[in-house]
């Protein structure tokens, strides 16, 4: 048999406490929206790495541990876009996040949102932030050289079984 040019190690990470329940409401290019409502959000892992050799070889807990963190920051929230053109913030009592969105007016306890910096709260954007701050709770461990062990990383978050959207970054030169 001939040596294989490019070999490729990936593993997955997809456990039931990875995961968190959040409110949002997607809004349409025409100013329209759906109404408030809810998932329950699954997070999916999975990482290519340079090599499983014991010398570079990586703690699942670490991984487990940072999406841990991500999920229980938006988990019970309702998630807003700050950057949604549709979004007007009312003035409120301090214990009150008061806006408008597309029209409609809400008025929430404020421990109970969670203002994410996009134009929309869809799941494509949902998996790009949640590996944003996967990443950034991950590479805290500076004792770790991340991107040298890692080629490249996937994060999924589906909002319903089999319906979600896979946000990846390849790593490396």
Wanted: charged share 30%; proline share 4%.
């Amino acid at each position: 048999m001939t040596e294989p040019h490019a070999r490729s190690w990936k593993i997955h990470i997809r456990k039931d406490n990875l995961k968190f329940s959040a409110a949002h409401m997607t809004v349409f290019p025409d100013g329209s929206k759906e109404a408030l409502h809810g998932h329950n959000y699954q997070v999916e892992l999975e990482v290519e790495l340079a090599e499983p050799a014991l010398a570079q070889m990586l703690s699942y807990e670490a991984f487990k541990r940072a999406l841990r963190a991500v999920c229980e920051v938006w988990d019970e929230k309702v998630l807003i876009a700050s950057d949604n053109p549709w979004l007007e913030i009312l003035p409120g009592a301090e214990d009150e996040y008061a806006f408008r969105l597309c029209g409609r007016r809400y008025v929430l306890p404020v421990d109970e949102v969670a203002v994410l910096e996009v134009d929309n709260i869809t799941v494509e954007n949902l998996a790009r932030l949640c590996f944003d701050r996967f990443w950034r709770e991950l590479t805290r461990d500076r004792t770790v050289p991340w991107r040298e062990r890692i080629v490249a990383v996937s994060l999924r978050v589906d909002e319903s079984r089999g319906q979600g959207a896979t946000y990846s970054v390849r790593l490396g030169s």
